[in-house]
T-cell receptor, first 110, second 114 residues
Framework: RKEVEQDPGPFNVPEGATVAFNCTYSNSASQSFFWYRQDCRKEPKLLMSVYSSGNEDGRFTAQLNRASQYISLLIRDSKLSDSATYLCVVVSGGYQKVTFGIGTKLQVIP | DGGITQSPKYLFRKEGQNVTLSCEQNLNHDAMYWYRQDPGQGLRLIYYSQIVNDFQKGDIAEGYSVSREKKESFPLTVTSAQKNPTAFYLC?????????????FGPGTRLTVL
């Protein structure tokens, strides 16, 4: 089993739709979780950290489920500008163990 | 402006040649990292450094070398021993290298071996 697994997609959704991505991880001792956004041929940029209590930033909501070992990202009212690849990042031991998922590609269509 | 710079943006090299990719940050971060990204794969860690004059191998260090002589600089050399060097190389930094620290990425260098 891969350490971090994501559905690569693509997810094609109409503008205004709600879309959710999951990311599963195998190391139950993982400490920190993040969602990054990567536009085509660009560097990843932090979208949001994921906390046990869940967190929300505008149209974006991230959740952590430690019991089932997955994190999720929910995007409400999708915009064309949300089209990108969303990378799940799991940190198991500080700088020495940062694992990136392969990313889920989202395409928002008019 | 604070940030991470990488140069060059595109790099072409002939098979058998060594090449050095530059990474500079002015964020005063202690930790720096090098990743490579290939189509259909997540970012994979090549080397990381938590402090000046110290660095550790990541998951795919074979065929690569680094140095960390200054806090703000972490150059990566792709040697001729690296079997599949064509990839997108990303440098990152974080404040202390702690598990909760955000990593900030440079714009990347696309290396193509001809």
């Amino acid at each position: 089993r891969k350490e971090v697994e994501q559905d690569p997609g693509p997810f094609n959704v109409p503008e205004g739709a709600t879309v959710a991505f999951n990311c599963t991880y195998s190391n139950s001792a993982s400490q920190s979780f993040f969602w990054y956004r990567q536009d085509c041929r660009k560097e990843p940029k932090l979208l949001m950290s994921v906390y046990s209590s869940g967190n929300e930033d505008g149209r974006f909501t991230a959740q952590l489920n430690r019991a089932s070992q997955y994190i999720s990202l929910l995007i409400r009212d999708s915009k064309l500008s949300d089209s990108a690849t969303y990378l799940c990042v799991v940190v198991s031991g500080g700088y020495q163990k940062v694992t990136f998922g392969i990313g889920t590609k989202l395409q928002v269509i008019p | 402006d604070g940030g991470i710079t990488q140069s060059p943006k595109y790099l072409f090299r002939k098979e058998g040649q060594n090449v050095t990719l530059s990474c500079e940050q002015n964020l005063n971060h202690d930790a720096m990292y090098w990743y490579r990204q290939d189509p259909g794969q997540g970012l994979r860690l090549i080397y990381y450094s938590q402090i000046v004059n110290d660095f550790q191998k990541g998951d795919i260090a074979e065929g690569y070398s680094v140095s960390r002589e200054k806090k703000e600089s972490f150059p990566l050399t792709v040697t001729s021993a690296q079997k599949n060097p064509t990839a997108f190389y990303l440098c990152a930094s974080s404040s202390r290298g702690a598990a909760t620290d955000t990593q900030y990425f440079g714009p990347g260098t696309r290396l193509t071996v001809l």
